[in-house]
Structures are given as C-alpha cells and as structure tokens.
C-alpha cells in the first residue's frame, strides 16, 4: 500500500509539470495522450473517490505506464495539508516545518481524571498565566493537587494526588512541553494572584500502557523544568502529579506539543 500511494505522489508531481496544471518557470508544453481505466483508489482499506471544488469526481489516468492523480487529492486522501507557493514554486505536501508540532496534547480529549480530594481540579488553559520569574503562558493544562490529611488517590502505587489520562492510539512518537508552578491565573475558570507562596515542590510522572515512561522531580517555583517524552508505540498516556509539601499546589502543563 504504501509503494502504490509513494507512486501516485510522484507521480502527481511529475504530471503537474508537463500537463502543464501548474504554472512553472520557463515551462514548455505539449500534446500527450492519456488513458482513463476507471481506477479505483483504496487508502487503508477503505475506498477513496476524488473530487473536485464542484464535487465533480476526478479521474485517475495512464500516460507513458505510470498513474497520475492531483496532488491536493493525494494529499486529502492521506490527511496531509497540502500548500502550493507559487513565488517560490514550490508545493508542501504535509507540514512545511518539520519542527512545526502534529497536535497539542491539550487540545486533546481526556479518557480519565480523578483527585486524591473534592478540591483537586483540571481544565484547559483558556487565558493566561504566569510563572514566578515573570514569564507569560498561554496554552496547556492547569492542575490544582491537594494532599488534604495525606490523602493520595486510592490504591495508586505512587501515590499520586490528581491522574490524568489521554488516549493517543499509537498516533504520536514524542511530547515535549514544560511544567510550571505559577504566581498567577487569568482565565476563564478562575482569576488567582500569589499563588504557590509556600515554597512548593511537585514531582510529574509520565506512563505509557502502565509503564513509566519519564518522571520529572522536584520541580519548584523557581524554576519550571522543560521535558521530552519518548510516546512510540502507546495507546494511553497517563499523567500523575504527586505534591511534596502538603500545602495545596497549583501546577501548569504548557507547550504541550505532540510529533509524530
């Protein structure tokens, strides 16, 4: 399946340069003669028809033994983003910057989160906060831990205060992102200020399918730790956050970047 899809995008470039689809510098053209076989198109089992803007279906066709199809229908049909530049004439099929992260984990739907008290909670960063050495953050997730009476959630080994989990399904290979203890909330779900006075102390810890991936200790307010995640191969991610102090910590998630 592969081989046939590398050959279709090949092809779809090499047929946007002598059909004459796109315009090319110094191009040239001529007359060829193609073959429609009424081809079907199969990705990952599943049949795809091509369509254009009128919803008019796209023929595949033969020239010279190869198959030739639009690349923005190849690239619909293996989810790409596709981008045509014509100042550069240069066509992106997929990201145009490897560095430019697949999705945000915080943009994902949690499977599961649970609290070692009533108090503990968890929301989407809708807003801002800032860490105490004055830096500003706009995105990520937003954990409240409380370790009321020394109480951990139930039965958890590690003795964690709040557990979150995501479902991935082996989609992504790595996460990278930074945790923070911050000094104040401006968002939607609440307005904070001189939070996380008592010299907090928190520790993260990372699983995959019920191993531990990455544990990042004794973060504090003075410094917020950037991490990276190996995630090849996992279904679900689980999140622990475990609070050092007994006191009540508020704990930010950010840049919570995901590649596959």
């Not at 050959?7 to 002598?18: D, E, H, R, S």
């Not at 995640?229 to 622990?240: C, F, P």
Request: charged letters at 20%.
């Amino acid at each position: 399946m592969k081989a046939n899809v590398s050959k279709a995008i090949v092809g779809a470039l090499f047929c946007a340069m002598i059909v004459g689809n796109t315009a090319m510098a110094e191009t040239s053209s001529e007359t060829i003669e193609v073959f429609y076989n009424d081809t079907q198109i199969f990705v990952n089992g599943a049949e795809y028809v091509p369509k254009d803007e009128h919803g008019e279906t796209i023929r595949p066709f033969t020239y010279d033994g190869k198959i030739y199809l639009p690349i923005e229908e190849v690239a619909q049909a293996l989810d790409e983003g596709y981008k045509w530049e014509g100042e550069t004439q240069t066509i992106y099929l997929g990201k145009e910057d490897q560095m430019e992260p697949d999705a945000y984990l915080s943009d994902l739907q949690h499977s599961y989160f649970t609290g070692a008290s009533q108090h503990a909670i968890f929301y989407r960063v809708n807003g801002t906060f800032t860490d105490w050495n004055g830096e500003e953050y706009t995105n990520g997730i937003m954990v409240f831990a409380d370790s009321y009476n020394s109480h951990t959630v139930k039965d958890d080994p590690d003795g964690a205060h709040v557990i979150l989990e995501y479902p991935l399904n082996a989609l992504y290979s790595r996460l990278s992102g930074k945790v923070v203890l911050p000094q104040n909330i401006s968002t939607v779900v609440e307005q904070r200020k001189e939070i996380n006075k008592s010299q907090p102390m928190v520790d993260i810890l990372f699983y995959g399918d019920g191993t531990l991936l990455t544990k990042i200790s004794s973060v504090n307010i003075s410094m917020p730790m950037t991490f990276n995640v190996d995630l090849k191969g996992i279904n679900k991610l689980t999140i622990k956050v475990i609070e050092r102090k007994e006191n009540g910590i508020y704990v930010g998630l950010t840049d919570l970047a995901l590649y596959k």
